[in-house]
């Protein structure tokens, strides 16, 4: 009687600890559920604000802030009459029924603070999301209902380490008890439609840990709580079969064990010393389970602590990074806005760097920028704000300033401590000096983004100068550098630097938006002038066609590009494929085909190697002309033919064998560099994208300055990715060396 009364002590102590080790589990999952569905205020707020100013910035706000979210896909918004007014992606459209929408909207019940309903998904196929639907609230009042995809792909990814054995299960549950998704060996399971209704008590109404234990008859233990503030549960259940396993098996031996002492009284004993030792294993074994518990939660503790110092801040300097440098600024020039003090961004850059990094090696460089971190914390007041935008760049936001000339003094102090030899590096003592470029709110920019970008022009602007020293912005840098007079010049002197061989060329990677791979290069044609510096083709070109020297470019051009595809080949390089814009100048002449034949032969230029671009314009007012006759020929001889400068004018093509010449369409360059300056200019893309995706050609976004467009292109469908936020153009020399170094995979 006294070994059976230790038997059932033993197995209640087993269920208590294995309540107590439930219930601290599903208190920790329902706290980082409840974060994380709370991360829809952010979306509520962005949406809000739409709802009452619409405007498009917002919406690409709204997208940019589901990109850098994992625990939402995607957005839907409705009014209340079921009329969807948005949706971030086009790849689905859902209808909701009306009375979702009613529940959606109706005041909370039962004590809720948020409200939040959820839309049943069809049990036929498997789901990676879960429809949430959410009240969208202005003055207090729902106007609205927005639909958020809550990805059970991030949950997985967040359960997977957690150790239930092997009948253990997660599950996410309505309040009432019906299960949405179950989680089980570390993946999803669905369809199974369990109801646990019966097990649950009312103490969950009240946010309290409920752990109830059943008994052999219905198989398994339950622990649950309810998610703060959302009408969902988090439960963990595990089969009584498992964790009684090892107490049963003892309680059927030492009932054997006791048949016998009533035979042999000196065994009892011995039996009796086993049996406690093997007691003391088996809480030994409880408690091991319970430590790995308790880890798997700190693990998860300290994940999410992570994924928040790594969103907020620079991994190598500790400094702001851009997205938080960007919310803090947004915040002060509020701040400004009713101050009425001197506010002003600094976008810095450090000279010599990369010459620093090649020479000395990347180690060195990391610790220069650490220590120009440390150095610009040290000159900067507590109020002003610092950040990394990764590289070589800082920029920072000076806040309340009395007048302009206190400006002048800090940037001056920058410029002075930065420029001070670094003797606290490894193994060397190096000097480098800043270019700064200051853009003052709100005469130059009334938007972080406006000033940040007018900042940018100023510090170049300094670099120009002669480095080392600040640039106050000024509307002319963002026209030409070169006057009328000077213009005019260009023209006649083009022969001469033809024969001088003053023309470069510069070679900008092609990447595919989805993976970031390299899969093309575009020729750019440069001019060296002795007193004008390095010019741009735009700059040149307009007066090279009125001297008539376009098809004299664009056969030099053509040559040197098929010279170093030839010396990449000798050196066993493989190239990449790359493209030429060629003039209608030159692709008019009967010569052009005889020409490009002749360099094919004399280099071996294989024809895949090669790619003919022309303009929107030529290729529309072609057909029928010597131009579509001359591209169809060497569209014949293999050569891929890409669309350039489009603008959604391609619809005036009515001939399909027209289209058929073409491999890509690349948008305007115009078009991308307005995305982030004027936010309607998304409308004129969204067009051009329309116009183009009948004819089935990838899409190429060109002269992609920053990140936001580079996320807002991806998300309009951009297949490829050209410009200075991917990589930027790479002269002659360095070329082979960046072709060298790719990563080739079989269809590059």
């Known amino acids: 009687m006294l070994t059976l009364h230790q038997l059932e002590r033993n197995q209640h102590t087993l269920l ?49 802030l589901l990109y850098q979210r994992h625990a939402f896909n995607r957005l839907a918004l409705y009014d209340r009459d079921g009329n969807q007014r948005y949706q971030s992606s086009v790849s689905q459209r859902p209808v909701i029924d009306q009375n979702l929408l009613d529940q959606c909207l109706s005041p909370p019940e039962n004590g809720e603070e948020e409200k939040v309903v959820i839309v049943p998904l069809n049990s036929s196929g498997f ?54 998704v179950g989680f089980e060996s570390g993946g999803l399971v669905q369809g199974k439609n369990r109801n646990f209704a019966s097990y649950l008590s009312k103490e969950h109404q009240e946010g309290q840990v409920t752990v109830r234990n059943y008994s052999a008859a219905r198989g398994f233990h339950l622990s649950y709580k309810k998610i703060s503030a959302f009408p969902l549960l988090i439960a963990v259940t595990q ?46 074994t409880l408690q091991q389970l319970n430590e790995q518990n308790q880890k798997a939660a700190h693990e998860l503790e300290r994940q999410r602590q992570h994924a928040e110092q790594v969103a907020s801040f620079d991994a190598l300097t500790g400094l702001y990074n851009r997205r938080l440098f960007v919310t803090l600024a947004e915040k002060n020039l509020q701040q400004a806005r009713r101050n ?84 606290d590096l490894a193994t060397v003592s190096l000097q480098s000096t800043p270019s700064l470029g200051i853009a003052i709110y709100p005469g130059d920019g009334e938007t972080i983004e406006a000033l940040m970008r007018n900042a940018d022009a100023a510090m170049y602007q300094s670099k120009r100068a002669g480095r080392g020293r600040a640039t106050f912005f000024d509307s002319r840098f963002n026209a030409s550098r070169l006057e009328p007079a000077a213009r005019q010049t260009l023209g ?43 010019l741009h083709a735009e700059g040149f070109l307009p007066e090279a066609q009125k001297a008539g020297l376009l098809a004299e470019l664009d ?16 050196n066993s390089v493989k190239p990449l494929p790359v493209s030429v814009n060629l003039s209608r100048s030159f692709l008019d002449t009967p010569q052009c085909l005889e020409f490009i034949r002749a360099l094919q032969q004399e280099y071996g230029i294989l024809a895949p190697d090669l790619v ?49 010449l073409l491999r890509r369409i690349k948008l305007d360059g115009e078009l991308v560099r307005q995305l982030r300056s004027y936010p309607h200019e998304s409308a004129a893309i969204a067009s051009a994208l329309s116009s183009a995706r009948p004819l089935h050609r990838p899409i190429d976004a060109v002269a992609v300055e920053s990140s936001d467009q580079l996320a807002s292109l991806k ?7 050209q410009g200075h936020a991917i990589a930027r153009p790479i002269n002659e020399k360095e070329i082979i060396n960046y072709l060298a170094s790719l990563p080739r995979t079989p269809d590059s």
């Open 16 to 64: 208590v600890e294995l309540e107590r080790g439930h219930a601290n589990l599903v208190s920790i999952l329902a706290q980082n559920l409840s974060q994380i569905i709370n991360q829809k205020q952010m979306v509520e707020l962005l949406v809000a604000k739409w709802l009452d100013q619409p405007q498009p910035s917002l919406l690409e706000e709204i997208n940019q």
């Open 127 to 180: 789901h990676w999301q879960l429809p949430l639907l959410f009240p969208v609230r202005i003055n207090q009042q729902p106007q609205a209902v927005m639909l958020l995809e809550l990805d059970l792909g991030h949950l997985v990814n967040l359960f997977q380490q957690l150790n239930l054995g092997q009948t253990g299960k997660l599950f996410l549950l309505t309040q009432e008890g019906r299960e949405l």
């Open 239 to 284: 089969d009584l079969d498992e964790i009684l396993a090892g107490d049963r098996q003892q309680q059927r031996h030492t009932i054997a064990l006791l048949s016998v002492l009533t035979l042999m009284a000196l065994i009892a004993a011995g039996l009796l010393l086993r049996f406690i030792h093997n007691s003391q294993r088996y809480l030994e």
């Open 340 to 423: 009425g003090r001197v506010y002003a961004v600094l976008f810095m850059d450090l000279d010599r760097f990369k010459q620093i990094n090649d020479t000395f090696g990347h180690a060195v460089g990391d610790q220069l920028l650490k220590s120009v971190a440390h150095r610009l914390n040290h000159c900067t007041r507590e109020g002003d704000v610092v950040a990394r935008f990764g590289g070589d760049e800082f920029v920072l936001l000076l806040t309340a300033m009395a007048d302009e000339d206190n400006l002048i003094e800090v940037a001056h102090k920058i410029i002075d401590d930065l420029s001070h030899p670094y003797e």
């Open 492 to 534: 006649s002197s083009l022969s001469a630097a033809l024969a001088s061989q003053q023309l470069r060329i510069f070679y900008q990677p092609v990447v595919r938006a989805s993976d970031q791979r390299a899969v093309g290069l575009e020729a750019l044609l440069r001019w060296r002038h002795p007193v004008h510096g390095l």
């Open 555 to 570: 056969q030099w051009l053509l040559k040197q590009v098929c010279r170093h595809l030839w010396e990449w080949r000798t």
């Open 612 to 660: 003919i671009e022309v303009s929107e314009a030529d290729f529309i007012q072609s057909a029928g002309d010597p131009l579509h006759h001359h591209l169809a020929a060497l569209h014949q001889q293999g050569l891929a033919i890409d669309l350039d400068q489009y603008r959604g004018r391609l619809s005036l093509i009515e001939h399909p064998a027209h289209n058929d």
């Open 715 to 721: 998300m309009m469908g951009c297949d490829h990715i």
